[in-house]
Each structure stands twice: as C-alpha cells, then as structure tokens.
C-alpha cells in the first residue's frame, strides 16, 4: 500500500503564506502530481497539477499567488501558498498518479482568517 505523508497546513491571516509538502515511497515512479482541495459543503477542486517535467496548471482562483512544484528525486510535491484569502480554507490533499492507479494524501486544513 502506498501511502502519502503530507505537512504543513494550519491556521493564517489573510494575506499570509502557507507551504504544504506531500512526500511518495521513492521507490514507486511518477507521472502527475497534484493538489486538491475541499472546502465546507463543496466538491473536491483541482488546485494545480505538475508533470514529470514540470509544466503546470492552475486554477484560475490561485492564478499568480500559488506555486506548485516537485523534486523527483524525493517523489515530493510542495504549493506554496501566497496572498491567501479567506476563500482559500478548505482541507488540501496531494494526489500522485502512477502507471498503476492515483493515490491520494491524508489531508490538512489550511484556515485563513483574521
């Protein structure tokens, strides 16, 4: 079973920064890695995904104030997280794609609030 072990999350101002990391068993290879979030009776949204090569994709909420990126090496994924809003609480989860199947993070609350 592989299992993904995320960190970072927790409670901020607006306007504050926030960086999450989700770490894979190096031994499994990776297509896409992704985060997702969930806020308060919504659906599950893609945040932004990253290729083995390093092209991304946004949503256009985060446009321009989150960053995905990823270390091979380590099958680790991070977003930075800058200018949050209020709109951005919600639980965050890492998402890796293998040639097998996806696996999903256990989730962490990011809270922004004054």
């Known amino acids: 079973q592989v299992q993904l072990v995320q960190s970072g999350g927790g409670l901020v101002q607006p306007g504050g920064s926030l960086r999450l990391s989700c770490v894979a068993p190096?031994?499994?290879?990776?297509?896409?890695m992704a985060w997702y979030r969930q806020a308060p009776g919504k659906q599950r949204e893609l945040v932004a995904n990253?290729?083995?090569?390093?092209?991304?994709n946004y949503a256009d909420s985060v446009k321009g104030r989150f960053t995905i990126s990823r270390d091979n090496a380590k099958n680790t994924v991070y977003l930075q997280m800058n200018n949050l809003k209020a709109e951005d609480t919600g639980v965050y989860y890492c998402?890796?794609?293998?040639?097998?199947?996806?696996?999903w993070g256990q989730g962490k609350q990011v809270t922004v609030s004054s």
């Open positions: 190096v031994s499994i290879f990776i297509f896409d």
């Open positions: 990253i290729n083995r090569s390093g092209s991304t």
């Open positions: 998402n890796v794609e293998t040639v097998m199947r996806q696996y």
